[in-house]
Each structure stands twice: as C-alpha cells, then as structure tokens.
C-alpha cells in the first residue's frame, strides 16, 4: 500500500502533505468538490476524473470524505491544512456564497 498524500485528523480535519499531488475532495453527490494545492483551496471547476488512474495523470489524488477510512459520512463543516500553513474552513452548507472556503488560521513558521 502506498503512502497517501494526505492525513486524516480529528472528525473533521484533512492534512495535505505532498507538494506535487493536489487533493480533489468529494462530499457527497451534490456539494461542489474542492480543490487543494500547496498554495490553498478553491472550488473546482474543471473537468471531474473517471477514475483515480486518470486524476493520478492530472497529478490530484481524489479523497472521497464520505468513505468509512476518512470520516464515514457526510460533513457541514471541513477543515483542511495546507502546505504553505493555512487551515482553511469549508461551509458546505454555504456553497456557491463568498464563505464557502474560508481561512481558519494563518500560522508562520
């Protein structure tokens, strides 16, 4: 099994952890999903990968939160640590509004 370019923390939190795979995150057949590179999140747009083998082509690895080995369920509320030291804050209840993806905290090293 190989390493995931992500961890799972708490009932709520994903860790981005590789530079060079962006995780494209799914919660739920009708949210938006999300995408998270080194540098933050954004709601994605582009074209959705069949399968991971092609989201692997595309360098994005896609992280399905409602699957029992991340959190089981769909989530109102996500966190997600990125890279460059932000945690960004994710209202899925607020999609399509300015406060969908919002930083949560800004750290400096």
């Not at 080995?69 to 109102?76: L, Q, V, W």
């Not at 899925?92 to 400096?108: E, L, R, V």
Request: glycine letters at 8%; a neutral charge.
């Amino acid at each position: 099994m190989t390493d995931k370019p992500f961890l799972v923390s708490g009932r709520n939190t994903i860790i981005h952890k590789v530079r060079k795979l962006d995780l494209l995150l799914f919660n739920g057949d009708d949210k938006p999903p999300v995408l998270v590179t080194f540098r933050g999140l954004k709601a994605y747009e582009g074209t959705v990968p069949d399968n991971k083998r092609d989201a692997k082509m595309m360098d994005m690895e896609m992280v399905d939160l409602t699957a029992g080995e991340i959190f089981g369920d769909e989530k109102t509320l996500v966190f997600v640590q990125t890279l460059n030291g932000k945690e960004y804050k994710v209202d899925y209840s607020k999609a399509g509004s300015p406060n969908f993806i919002k930083i949560h905290q800004d750290s400096t090293f």
